[in-house]
């Protein structure tokens, strides 16, 4: 999707629901503009690579849905804009190890139906936040 299919929705929308629509690309300066989007769904699409810089400009976003995704991303580097999301849906996406997720304010995450086989408590230690 290119950065202007938000076009002059994108400084102001709040929640936003892309999912289902077979996505296999994302500009990385798609939702640079989306400065009061809250909540985010691109689940049940094709995205594999997400760029770092993605969710740059989604300093305000709570909530945000990437499952049914076969993502490969750097995880850390992905949520570094992120940092007051609450809840991370994450199922789905064939991960086979815990992210690392710099969210100290993640309430809640979920990972089921993925190939993890064992959670690392390094992986978990900066979510002390997390509630389910």
């Known amino acids: 999707m290119p950065n202007s299919a938000l076009g002059e929705v994108s400084e102001?929308?709040?929640?936003?629901?892309?999912s289902s629509n077979h996505i296999q690309h994302l500009d990385s300066t798609m939702f640079s503009s989306t400065l009061k989007l809250l909540?985010?769904?691109?689940?049940?699409?094709?995205?594999?690579?997400?760029?770092?810089?993605?969710?740059?400009?989604?300093?305000?976003?709570?909530?945000?849905?990437?499952s049914h995704n076969p993502i490969r991303?750097?995880?850390?580097?992905l949520f570094h804009y992120t940092q007051r999301l609450?809840?991370?849906?994450l199922s789905h996406t064939a991960l086979q190890s815990l992210p690392s997720l710099p969210l100290p304010g993640l309430l809640t995450l979920d990972l089921s139906h993925n190939l993890l086989s064992?959670?690392?408590?390094?992986?978990?230690?900066?979510?002390?936040?997390?509630?389910?």
């Open 39 to 66: 909540s985010l769904s691109l689940a049940h699409n094709r995205l594999t690579i997400l760029p770092d810089n993605i969710f740059m400009g989604l300093s305000s976003l709570l909530t945000l849905d990437l």
């Open 73 to 77: 991303a750097n995880f850390k580097e």
């Open 118 to 132: 064992n959670l690392d408590s390094i992986s978990l230690e900066s979510l002390n936040q997390l509630r389910q």
């Open 86 to 89: 609450k809840v991370l849906r």
């Open 12 to 18: 102001t929308v709040r929640y936003l629901n892309l």
